[in-house]
């Protein structure tokens, strides 16, 4: 059994997230919370960008962390305890999508997913990133959400997802390359003599949850000025 510090919870504060995890399957009243109380934020944003609706979020979110709190036992420390959770969101919402059977969850193909309804989403939805975010294919946008916004690595997201690195890799290229023909309006996209423009990078979420594209600058060219 791990020791149980007097205190409450703020005593697990400065203990690192494998430490509460084994601290919450030995027992301990309180070191789930602190753990989910640390990574809630993050968990949250992957969780909406997946299911795109608030409410769906919250349920997925909710199951999930309900089936983190039971199979906490189950984890052996192979992972990081934030790729362990990310997973289980992942499946959570995934799960809920297939009982909806509003989408299938499928390998990537060329066709569309219809953007939800969303009250707060930006009036324009060619420059919404969320709701562009939803037109991906579901193995697009999970690895999209995972790498460009939650700031995962390749591999903690293809250890997340269950597949191979090479794989979020290719689900990221198609990804941001469906967001550039997304968001760039036909009129700024390049013609077929200028410089190509390469995908944007979707950055991560900002201090209040907003999202952003990144366009790389095109490359310079030489010779004299304009």
Known sequence: M???????????????DATLLRAHADGDPDAFTVLVRRHRDRLWSVALR????PEEAADALQDALISALRSAGSYRGDAAVTTWLHRVVVNACLDRVRRRKVRAAEPLGDREIPVPRDEHAATDARLDVRAAL?????AQRLAIVLVD???????EAAEALGVAEGTVKSRCSRGRATLASILMPA???PSGSGNRRRPPRVAPAGPEGT???ANPKPASTSGGGS
Do not use: H
């Not at 916004?149 to 591999?155: G, T």
């Open 2 to 16: 791990s020791p149980s510090p007097p205190g409450g919870p703020a005593r697990w504060e400065a203990a690192d």
């Open 187 to 189: 009129t700024t996209k």
């Open 50 to 53: 997946t299911l795109g609706d």
């Open 149 to 155: 916004i939650e700031d995962l690595s390749v591999a």
């Open 134 to 138: 939803a037109r991906l294919p579901e």
């Open 211 to 213: 999202v952003s594209v």
